[in-house]
């Protein structure tokens, strides 16, 4: 028999070696500076036969992957929607993996279960949720969008007398999704709950970005009585902008389509006193699907669903089977949650909130949305550059014109996609391109705690 000081090497190895690579991401190359062949060769070792020493699997892994980290976790990281880790978060998280409970019980991992039942209600206080809804910790926003609408797909099929948990999608009254600019995680969500993504139609979107009640007026209005899910922004992923949820949910409502927001960064918008008029009324919706991993700064594995009918969201996900032990007075998250056994992910949204704070969440929603502006304006204002989109919260949209004279659009959308890859290249800062009204674009996003003034100047100057 192993004495526990089996893991003693390995996690001491893991813990050296995880704190120098978050002490050294102020200093290293933020973009990876190994190509994949590189990458392949180091990695791709034969399958060994007989096992290794675990702190000799440990260091192999940290050598060989050299290069090929981003400084994601580090405070220049522009692109995409990337998050760092909270230090007690990633201790937190670290935890989890070494007390490999099973939450999908309360019988099976007790203090997980009592956990996400508390850092539930702090999330629904921060975010300005009803403090009735129903939720779940689930790996990201994208399976925080399936639960929600799973529970969207029951109740709008049940109100057509329709058991869809039985009865499946064929046969069934069909159901419609409308959406204005979305995250292809709507998509996917569509697709895996059968609806199908020819069922969703695009709602147009004025110059702020925002759908107006008279568009969803006539899109509900073309199929009266039609079961309609309505997807409504808060935080598009380019522009960051909000729909206006007092004007258009009552809309939704009284066509009785189901609302639900994806909010995978914007919702934290109300968690800030600052930036909470942007969410005002967003209260009213029927789902909410949002990231602990993006603002919050939690690692990895963590998006949550809320739900404010509590009894659709269980009848979409509640499971019983006879082996299975139930406790009357816990909640047990596989009543919630599309998986079975699962990580207890809610410790580390746990040491997030406490390690912050109501008043540290607010300072780092407002700390980020100050960079992100002073980036876009920084980097908008050079020569050749110019301002899209300014950065109402954390995001905004700059673009490069190519100097040569008589360059077209062209011209600029390669200019645009160039400078980025040179930034890249120098390592100083990493951003990310998108499409915008048929142009190329760079997307400046801040969302992680670490960054500084310094940082932004960094990558500012990197232009
Ligand atoms: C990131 C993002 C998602 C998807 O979230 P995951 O956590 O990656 O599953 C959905 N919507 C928006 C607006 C996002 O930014």
Redesign the pocket.
Known sequence: MDSPSAFQAALQAAFQSALGHLESLRDRPVAATVSLSELRAKLAKPLNDHGLAPEEVVRDLVDDTQGGLLGSAGGRFFAW?IGGSLPAALAADWLTAAWDQNAALFACAPSAAVVEEVTGAWLKDLLAIPASASFAFV???????TTCLAAARHALLQERGWDVERNGLCGAPPIRVLASNR?G?IERTIRLLGIGEGNVCDLAVDDREQTTPAVLEAALASAPGAATIVVL?A???NSGSFDNYHALIPIARRHRAWVHV?G???LWAGASPRYRHLVEGVELADSW?T?G??WLNVPYDS?YAFVARPEAHRAAMSHRAPYLVHDQDARDQIDWNPEWSRRARGFATYAAIRQLGRIGVADLIDRCCEHARTLVEGIGHLDGAEVLWRSQINQGLVRFRDPRLGAGEEDHDRFTDAAIARVLEGGEAFFAGTNWHGRRAMRVSVLNWQTSPADVARAIAAF
Not at 139 to 145: F, I, K, L, P, T
Request: a negative charge.
């Open positions: 929607a790996s990201g926003c994208q399976m925080a969008h995250h995680s922004q935080g598009d992923l994806d995978a960064f914007g699907a990231d991993h993006k998006g």
